[in-house]
């Protein structure tokens, strides 16, 4: 059994009224010819795929679309259940299918589009990272961020401080200024053992969401900070407004739990259960030695 460093779960549904129906075919190539040879046994990619979605299906399984790439590649089919509301669950079920060697999991969309600087990604995390259990890294490129822009570790502490000052982060209106643009974006790369930890990937569909608001409690209860930034960046994303962007058209149900940079939780238990996690992550970092990599 192989060892790769990284892997890398995506949720795609071909966008139907898309004028590109196959961007992450592109993505995919371009991952490629960005990473160095020498990486490809360091990384894994799995896709999860629904059911109905014949393009996808002819595309990635009927026609082997593996042979096409050096590294693993896997597809797993299933039945499209909330569509991208569902989302923690299916990257969860996903987690369950990695290498179980592999350290670190990357997440990844058909609107990311991949920088030629990220050949040196993988070389950086085994220098910096490798041995750091509990890390969230920014891999993007992308401008989402709110002030100040692009930032920086030599920022972070400041900028959870800014977000202290702001009140209680179950407060609609400091969810607004913290959540999901404020520390990390969509696809972020995070140490396996973190998740191991927590024990999910999250209790609603927003990953970058989830994050943020640990990295905020650890912060504010216990001086921690789990969060750092790539010089290495993997990707940048495509305009939001593009009609091919992932957005896999479903039925919502799950609205309750949703945790964006719009609108709080509608389940205050969802921050019972987080702190909770939070917890854990501390407990589990005093138990191993480690709290003072982590402190700000």
Request: glycine content about 4%; charged content about 25%; hydrophobic content about 35%.
């Amino acid at each position: 059994m192989s060892n790769p460093l990284i892997s890398f779960l995506i949720c795609y549904r071909t966008e139907e009224q898309s004028d590109n129906r196959c961007n992450l075919f592109m993505m995919l190539q371009a991952f490629k010819d960005f990473l160095k040879p020498t990486d490809y046994d360091k990384v894994e990619v799995l896709v999860r795929i629904d059911d109905d979605d014949i393009v996808a299906h002819d595309r990635l399984v009927r026609d082997n679309y593996q042979q096409q790439l050096p590294f693993t590649f896997k597809v797993f089919e299933h039945n499209k259940w909330e569509g991208r509301y569902a989302f923690n669950y299916h990257h969860m079920y996903l987690f369950s299918q990695r290498n179980p060697n592999s350290k670190f999991i990357g997440f990844m969309g058909d609107d990311c589009i991949h920088l030629p600087k990220c050949k040196d990604m993988i070389d950086e995390i085994e220098k910096k990272y490798l041995n750091k259990d509990y890390v969230i890294l920014r891999s993007s490129d992308y401008d989402d961020t709110y002030p100040p822009k692009k930032p920086t570790d030599l920022k972070m502490k400041q900028r959870l401080e800014e977000i202290t000052k702001m009140g209680d982060y179950r407060n609609h209106t400091v969810t607004l200024r913290w959540c999901s643009r404020f520390l990390t974006e969509c696809y972020p790369i995070v140490s396996v053992k973190l998740f191991e930890v927590i024990g999910n990937l999250g209790w609603q569909l927003n990953i970058d969401s989830t994050l943020s608001l640990l990295n905020i409690m650890l912060y504010q209860k216990y001086g921690l900070n789990m969060y750092f930034m790539l010089d290495s960046k993997l990707y940048n994303r495509m305009d939001g407004t593009r009609k091919d962007k992932i957005n896999p058209p479903a039925k919502i149900f799950n609205h309750e739990m949703t945790l964006h940079g719009s609108k709080a939780s509608g389940n205050p238990y969802l921050y019972t259960l987080m702190e909770q996690q939070a917890k854990n992550i501390y407990l589990n970092m005093k138990e191993e030695g480690v709290l003072d990599e982590y402190k700000v």
